[in-house]
């Protein structure tokens, strides 16, 4: 037995409601966006742009605690850098010479252990005898490629978000002989 759709006793108010009009899109597309902003942001150099007029002014510092440059970034890094941009953007806003300068740890623990895991663990070797310092040099290589590998790919991550920083010159704790 068929039945007719029943007529619907609800109003249609759409024609009542008074709604901005806008030119911009209903969807943001930022999958399309994104590298169309951060491409116009290079074309323009943005971020010469603002150390020019900055010059001379104060200065604001940001001393901002390094990542290990061991893995993609994650929601606290996220948070992390995106306040810390509010603040050095904020800053510039208000007259200082606020210079972001991004860096990396790139020692430590968390990258041996990358490594170790990586490497050796997975593959059942076992780990080298850094008594041995060709063993020791050895190693050492390969944290400094895993950071350097890691380093690369959380730059352009953090420049995914927006972040405005001298990406072309951050400092590594790596760059620096101990």
């Known amino acids: 037995m068929s039945e007719k759709p029943q007529k619907s006793d609800a109003k249609d108010y ?23 902003i951060l491409r116009s942001w290079d074309e323009i150099g943005l971020y010469q742009k603002l150390r020019k007029q900055s010059a001379g002014r104060a200065k604001f510092v940001l001393h901002d605690g390094p990542p290990y440059a061991n893995v993609n970034i994650h929601i606290g890094h996220a948070l992390n850098k995106i ?7 904020s800053q510039q806003m208000l007259g200082f010479d606020s210079n972001y300068v991004p860096g990396w740890d790139c ?13 050796y663990r997975s593959k059942g070797k076992a ?9 020791m040099v050895a190693f050492r290589r390969e944290c400094r ?10 730059r352009e991550e953090f420049k995914r978000l ?12 790596m ?3 101990a």
């Not at 306040?83 to 953007?89: A, E």
């Not at 430590?108 to 990586?118: N, S, T, Y």
């Not at 780990?127 to 063993?135: E, G, L, N, Q, V």
């Open 83 to 89: 306040l810390k941009d509010v603040v050095t953007k």
């Open 127 to 135: 780990k080298p005898d850094f008594r041995d310092s060709a063993a």
């Open 175 to 177: 760059d620096y002989f």
């Open 14 to 36: 759409s024609k009542t409601l008074f709604l901005p009009e806008t030119g911009f899109p209903m969807r943001a597309g930022l999958p399309q966006r994104e590298p169309e």
């Open 107 to 119: 020692h430590g623990l968390p990258i041996e252990w990358k490594i170790e895991e990586e490497n």
């Open 145 to 154: 490629s895993y950071a350097t590998h890691w380093l690369n790919v959380q």
């Open 162 to 173: 927006g972040i405005i920083g001298d990406w072309d010159h951050p400092y590594a704790t």
